[in-house]
């Protein structure tokens, strides 16, 4: 055999900031490597070339926020063989989701003079609310070395090793001491996937949930523990409501804190 | 009567979704739109109710490439509203980290997104192959400038260590210095990318535009976070007075608004604008790399701006070498401050251009209302304008090249169509 086959690998923007997508290109070390091993033939962050499917691999970025873009899903959906979402705005709706607990309409008249001209839905949802996921990669941002593992493990057609246990196991084996429990910083490191490397508490800041909720979190238990350190009802609203306001065990809390 | 639609879907190596739609009769344009259909995520809507110290985090997610540029206009805008103006090591510090965004943004929108078009390659990937020399370069500078991300920051995109009144954390002096090495090596990749950049050959095209940037008069400082707004053509306002003279207007065709000056129409910001009008503010070596390769103290052309970004890459090396060989550790990573109820307005230099925040803050510091300007929508309109000239002069290039010119010629700019829409 004297032509092998480079798999295909395309990159797809919904709504968002792109940061996912341009974590890619923040693998300086890596990036040509994976040009060499893949083919890459939709990514216009970097390329004005664009090759019809079907594609070995697809890479989401974006949460799916109007009719035009719930289609657009199906039909990459239909095109890839793999499909693998990246960020927080593919997994759980992302910052956007917030519009989800009030009226996109009433959103849509604070920013625009001419709101009748705007196409949203009223959600932001996830990609996998729309079509089959093979796998999510989660963050606000993505951390770009998971990134890399990602795209290895679908090249070698084997599970990626994404650890679901807690931002509190990295902050031990980065040896940061516990924000929450020696200078009573809130924190929701508890609750929160790893995968950052624990960066907010080791800048001692408490952690804000960006790469979603851990595996069996109990969200119940942390809330209590912030309220008793003094967080008021609305922050701790805020707290579970940001950028995964709309990932199940977030969203219920801060429903449950609302009352 | 000839007329004929010309329909450009699609516009990479841009950050997001737009479409250029022209119509010609009788050989000018008769209509034309840039169609930016990037989805709207309503971050002014949102912010309303959230505690002022959340805003930097929130609207680092505009843009995942000039995360930090919001960041620092949110903080400097909150930090308006209360009173508190940072001076000395804080100051420089976040001095640092605009040098650090700068450096890989313009690596990136250089090497990335410009010269492949100049060059003739349809991606920077088959670039690469070619030019095996200059992608090392390309990814080593855009290193250098998230290396500056990462420490200052935490991580390069949606750094997580900025907050109101200075920093979460301090850098050890000793781990400022380790940046030190590789922005040598940076700031001699940047005079080489100058002199590479200015080889290329430039489409003849220039038109009598409004630069608008940041400017300080009595400093002898090239802009960053702060400064007056000065144009070419007159402007002089405080950053507070932003909104009694430049509108934004929505036009059915694209979901980011469209900005103009009050009376004098479409304005130009970004790298070119900041450098016209602060040339004599640049280092002596950014000044001396951009004479020698042709560029005089004013460039019009927008497809120069490919140069200017390499000398303002250079500039942003020298600058962050700067800041590190004087920098004394201030005693508290923040300074003190009381929230108040208020207006806060800042304006800062996003590598893109001129960015805009301002917020009202109720007297529990939850914000009541927000607004947000960015680049890359104030620039919709003069691309518009360019297009409009450029088009007509060049009708009888085959249609593949001219669509190809077209993206060119926006890719002059800060494509950045999510922070557009935002």
């Not at chain 1, 060499?36 to 691999?57: C, H, M, Q, T, W």
């Not at chain 2, 950050?15 to 739109?33: I, K, N, P, Y």
Request: aromatic share 8%; charged share 25%; glycine share 8%.
């Amino acid at each position: 055999m004297n032509r092998r086959h480079r798999p295909t690998l395309a990159v797809w923007k919904f709504a968002s900031c792109d940061g996912c997508q341009l974590s890619l290109l923040d693998c300086e070390d890596q990036l040509l490597a994976v040009a060499g091993a893949v083919e890459i033939v939709n990514f216009p962050e970097v390329s004005r070339a664009v090759v019809k499917g079907p594609y070995d691999l697809a890479l989401v970025e974006g949460s799916i926020t109007t009719p035009h873009d719930a289609e657009r899903i199906r039909a990459i959906r239909h095109a890839s063989k793999h499909l693998v979402t990246i960020g927080t705005c593919a997994a759980a709706g992302g910052i956007q989701a917030l519009r989800n607990f009030k009226d996109v309409k009433e959103f849509a008249s604070i920013v625009y003079a001419r709101p009748e001209y705007i196409e949203a839905l009223g959600k932001s949802t996830p990609i996998a609310d729309h079509v089959f996921v093979d796998f999510e990669l989660r963050g606000c941002p993505i951390n770009k070395l998971q990134l890399i593992e990602v795209i290895s493990a679908f090249l070698n057609d084997r599970k990626p090793t994404i650890p679901p246990s807690s931002v509190c196991i990295e902050c031990k084996r980065r040896g940061v001491v516990c924000v929450m429990v020696s200078r009573s910083v809130p924190c929701l490191g508890p609750v929160t996937q790893a995968g950052c490397g624990a960066i907010c508490p080791a800048y001692t800041r408490g952690c804000y949930g960006c790469f979603g909720p851990k595996e069996t979190p109990n969200t119940a238990a942390l809330s209590a523990r912030l309220r008793h350190l003094g967080v008021n009802q609305q922050d701790l609203v805020h707290a579970f409501r940001g950028f995964n306001a709309c990932a199940g065990p977030f969203r219920k809390q801060s429903e449950a804190d609302e009352k | 009567m000839k007329s004929e639609a010309i329909n450009l879907d699609c516009l990479p190596p841009v950050e997001g979704e737009t479409a250029l739609f022209v119509s010609m009769e009788d050989g000018s344009v008769a209509d034309l739109q840039l169609r930016n259909s990037e989805p709207p995520r309503f971050f002014e809507a949102f912010l309303r109710g959230r505690n002022f110290s959340e805003a930097p985090d929130i609207t680092s997610r505009i843009c995942g490439s000039s995360p930090v540029a919001h960041q620092l206009t949110a903080c400097h805008a909150i930090e308006n509203a209360f009173g508190v103006t940072l001076e000395g090591p804080l100051r420089e510090l976040r001095r640092l980290l605009s040098c650090g965004e700068w450096i890989k943004s313009h690596a990136s929108h250089i090497y990335l997104r410009q010269a492949p078009d100049f060059l003739g390659y349809e991606s920077a990937i088959r670039m690469a192959k070619d030019h095996p020399a200059g992608m090392d370069r390309a990814l080593r500078l855009k290193k250098t400038g998230n290396q500056i991300l990462g420490l200052l920051g935490g991580r390069e995109i949606h750094p997580i260590n900025l907050r109101i009144g200075g920093f979460y954390n301090l850098p050890a002096r000793g781990e400022l210095a380790s940046l030190a090495e590789n922005l040598k090596w940076a700031r001699d990749a940047a005079s080489e990318t100058v002199r590479w950049v200015a080889k290329f050959s430039f489409p003849d095209f220039e038109r009598d535009y409004e630069f608008v940037a940041l400017g300080n008069p009595d400093e002898d400082e090239y802009p960053f976070n702060e400064g007056r707004l000065i144009s070419n053509k007159g402007l002089d306002i405080s950053v507070r007075e932003y909104d009694a003279h430049f509108l934004e207007e929505h036009v059915r065709y694209s979901t980011a608004l469209h900005s103009t000056l009050r009376g004098r129409g479409a304005y130009f910001v970004g790298p070119q604008a900041r450098y016209n009008l602060n040339f004599d503010n640049l280092s002596p070596l950014a000044q001396e790399t951009a004479r020698a390769a042709g560029l005089g103290a004013v460039s019009r052309n927008p497809f120069q701006s490919i140069i200017v970004r390499a000398v303002e890459t250079l500039y942003a090396c020298d600058e962050a070498l700067r800041i590190i060989e004087h920098f004394e550790l201030p005693e508290h990573p923040a300074a003190d401050f009381r929230s108040r109820a208020g207006i806060g307005y800042a304006c800062t230099e996003a590598p893109g251009g001129l960015l805009y925040h301002r917020y009202s803050l109720d007297i529990n510091g939850a914000i009541l209302d927000a607004k947000i300007v960015s680049p890359s929508a104030q620039n919709q309109k003069t691309i518009e304008n360019d297009l409009r000239q450029f088009i007509p002069a060049n009708i009888h290039s085959p249609k593949n090249k001219l669509q190809w010119q077209c993206e060119q010629l926006i890719r002059n700019y800060a494509t950045c169509v999510s922070c557009a829409t935002h």
